[in-house]
């Protein structure tokens, strides 16, 4: 679902109306903290964020573990990565889901 004519990426919101035409369980935040907050060991989160310099934007899986964030898709490999803390940042962080 391009944003703009696919200047910018995938429409932010679009995860959600599939989530809810799925029928698959979800809360979305559009507060970083609140995010983070709700985020525990047994949910997964996936984060829409701006790219650096705003270069379009992108959804990142997080799984939380041990009250370190981790990703598998934000960095190309098998396993888990350290989720990189630029990502949550206030001024890339667009919307936030939880399932």
Do not use: E
Not at 15 to 24: A, P, V
Request: contains cysteine.
């Amino acid at each position: 679902m391009p944003w703009l004519f696919g200047v910018f990426g995938t429409k932010p919101l679009s995860l959600r109306r599939f989530l809810r035409k799925n029928n698959i369980p979800f809360k979305n935040y559009i507060s970083l903290q609140r995010f983070k907050h709700q985020l525990t060991d047994n949910h997964v989160g996936i984060v829409c964020a701006w790219n650096p310099r705003f270069y379009g934007i992108h959804f990142y899986c997080v799984l939380p573990q041990d009250g370190q964030l981790y990703s598998l898709n934000y960095i190309s490999s098998n396993q888990k990565q350290p989720f990189d803390d630029n990502i949550l940042s206030v001024t890339r962080f667009i919307i936030g889901y939880i399932l």
